[in-house]
């Protein structure tokens, strides 16, 4: 009985070892993250209506980041710049062709990018912790532009889009007029936790905050912006719960902070609320 109790300690043992492992592999060598920002990807030319400029940022590590800066017509004067950080799998033809209209009428111009490794953009989308660089080291880039320079700057981020606009705003906070986020997410464990089954880990969820980093906790980000901030979320969204929202706000400055609870599908709020939506942008720039 003594050697099946010895046996049974060892094989323990050597699981929870290989266990430690596996945790440790997954977690320090960040397998996950380049699932987290996959997404099919159709090559194609920018094509708009709009005033425009094209352009290919490039980064200190050399990677190639496309991007465009969207004009009001030449008789509009720019009320300011709004650095847009997309949805997964938004090119900026989705983005500009979905969303931009209303705001450029209206007398902003918006800046916005694809994510290293997806569309036009090169490099690697497999580690978080450079994506959140690259986030900060454009809007230093953005920043100096000659038809930036002199204008307010509102980041404003739609679902994963949000946790990338909500970290910008957090270290760019003295150099912002406000943020904006709609359908965003309060951290990455979190949302897995909720997309578990797509990742074959429904009844292993209490392993997820154990092998995913937590590189854009916006629950915590959004603590250290003390300027304007309007947190959007539908209440009929099934792609990202209402509820992470519920959990943003609850950790944000309660004094610059509004959250608009809106209805519709995930990320329409622009598109169903279109004159309340731009009224928004239009009163963080009162504030």
């Given at each position: 009985?003594?050697?099946v109790?010895?046996?049974?300690?060892?094989?323990?043992?050597?699981?929870?070892?290989?266990?430690?492992?596996?945790?440790?592999?997954?977690?320090?060598?960040?397998?996950?993250?380049?699932?987290?920002?996959?997404?099919?990807?159709?090559?194609?030319a920018l094509?708009?209506?709009?005033?425009h400029?094209?352009?290919y940022?490039?980064?200190?590590?050399?990677?190639?980041?496309?991007?465009?800066?969207f004009?009001?017509?030449?008789?509009?004067?720019?009320?300011?710049?709004i650095?847009?950080?997309a949805g997964?799998?938004?090119?900026?033809?989705?983005?500009?062709?979905?969303?931009?209209?209303?705001?450029?009428?209206?007398?902003y111009?918006?800046?916005?990018y694809?994510?290293?490794?997806?569309?036009?953009?090169?490099?690697?989308?497999?580690?978080?912790?450079?994506?959140?660089?690259?986030?900060?080291?454009?809007?230093?880039?953005?920043?100096?532009?000659?038809?930036?320079?002199?204008?307010?700057?509102?980041?404003?981020?739609?679902?994963?889009?949000?946790?990338?606009a909500?970290?910008?705003?957090s270290?760019?906070?003295?150099?912002i007029?406000?943020?904006?986020?709609?359908s965003a997410?309060?951290?990455?464990p979190?949302?897995?936790?909720?997309?578990?089954?797509?990742?074959?880990?429904?009844?292993?969820?209490?392993?997820?905050?154990?092998?995913?980093n937590?590189?854009?906790?916006?629950?915590?980000?959004?603590?250290?912006?003390?300027?304007?901030?309007?947190?959007?979320?539908?209440?009929?969204?099934?792609?990202?719960?209402?509820?992470?929202?519920?959990?943003?706000?609850?950790?944000?400055?309660?004094?610059?902070?509004?959250?608009?609870?809106i209805?519709?599908k995930?990320?329409?709020?622009?598109?169903?609320?279109?004159?309340?939506y731009?009224?928004?942008?239009?009163g963080?720039?009162?504030?």
């Amino acid at each position: 009985m003594k050697k099946v109790f010895k046996v049974v300690k060892w094989l323990f043992l050597i699981f929870v070892v290989l266990f430690a492992v596996a945790i440790g592999y997954l977690r320090f060598g960040r397998v996950l993250d380049g699932q987290i920002y996959r997404a099919d990807y159709r090559e194609e030319a920018l094509a708009t209506e709009f005033e425009h400029e094209e352009m290919y940022l490039s980064l200190s590590d050399q990677t190639s980041i496309h991007a465009a800066l969207f004009r009001p017509a030449d008789s509009v004067a720019v009320k300011a710049t709004i650095m847009h950080h997309a949805g997964n799998g938004m090119s900026i033809n989705d983005s500009q062709k979905r969303f931009y209209a209303p705001l450029i009428q209206a007398g902003y111009q918006i800046f916005t990018y694809e994510r290293r490794g997806y569309g036009q953009s090169t490099g690697k989308a497999d580690n978080s912790q450079t994506l959140r660089r690259d986030a900060d080291e454009i809007f230093d880039q953005v920043v100096r532009f000659e038809a930036v320079k002199n204008t307010p700057i509102i980041i404003w981020g739609t679902s994963i889009g949000g946790i990338f606009a909500t970290a910008n705003a957090s270290s760019k906070n003295e150099q912002i007029a406000g943020l904006i986020i709609e359908s965003a997410f309060s951290s990455f464990p979190a949302v897995a936790q909720f997309y578990a089954s797509e990742i074959n880990l429904e009844k292993f969820k209490f392993i997820i905050p154990l092998i995913l980093n937590n590189d854009f906790p916006t629950n915590r980000e959004i603590k250290k912006i003390d300027k304007p901030v309007v947190i959007i979320h539908s209440v009929e969204d099934t792609k990202i719960p209402f509820e992470f929202s519920e959990d943003i706000y609850a950790n944000a400055n309660p004094e610059s902070t509004e959250f608009w609870k809106i209805e519709g599908k995930h990320v329409r709020g622009i598109l169903n609320y279109e004159a309340e939506y731009v009224d928004k942008f239009d009163g963080l720039l009162r504030k």
